[in-house]
């Protein structure tokens, strides 16, 4: 016999990063590549760590760590990097990168997994929210803040 199903699933990917963890849903990541050379941005901003060439496009990648105000990690070549399609109203060639401090796993997630009250939220820049998966605080980052630094008016 089959068990019930508790509602539709939405497959995720789980981001480790240096004391924070994202998820993001799939439908949202091109990409997850090691590491690559980064040429470096004159003037940039500190969550701006790079561009990398990838598939014919340079793609900036960002440390989300420092994106939010934290120490950005010590050294990044040891994780892998998320590759994100554009964020909504982006030309369809402005991919992103973010550090990742680990490979990402995948996550089905489910309307049963319990949403983390306010006071178990980080008070940090750009979380929209965050879930708690199998008792681990997961953050739900918020892509329309995200796209309001990377692209002052």
């Not at 500190?46 to 561009?51: C, D, E, I, S």
């Not at 040891?78 to 992103?96: H, M, T």
């Not at 708690?132 to 309001?148: H, S």
């Amino acid at each position: 016999m089959k068990s019930p199903r508790v509602g539709p699933r939405l497959h995720s990917l789980e981001v480790p990063l240096d004391g924070l963890t994202l998820i993001v849903p799939s439908a949202a990541v091109a990409e997850v590549i090691n590491p690559l050379t980064l040429a470096p941005v004159p003037f940039s901003q500190p969550w701006l760590k790079g561009v990398i060439g990838w598939r014919t496009l340079a793609v900036p990648v960002i440390s989300f760590e420092a994106l939010v105000g934290m120490p950005a990690p010590a050294s990044p070549a040891a994780g892998k990097i998320v590759i994100f399609y554009p964020l909504n109203g982006r030309s369809d060639w402005e991919f992103y990168g973010m550090f990742a401090s680990a490979e990402p796993r995948p996550q089905a997630l489910n309307q049963s997994e319990p949403v983390a009250t306010d006071s178990e939220l980080p008070n940090l820049p750009c979380i929209a929210a965050g879930l708690k998966v199998g008792g681990k605080l997961m953050l739900i980052p918020d892509m329309d803040e995200m796209k309001k630094v990377f692209y002052p008016a």
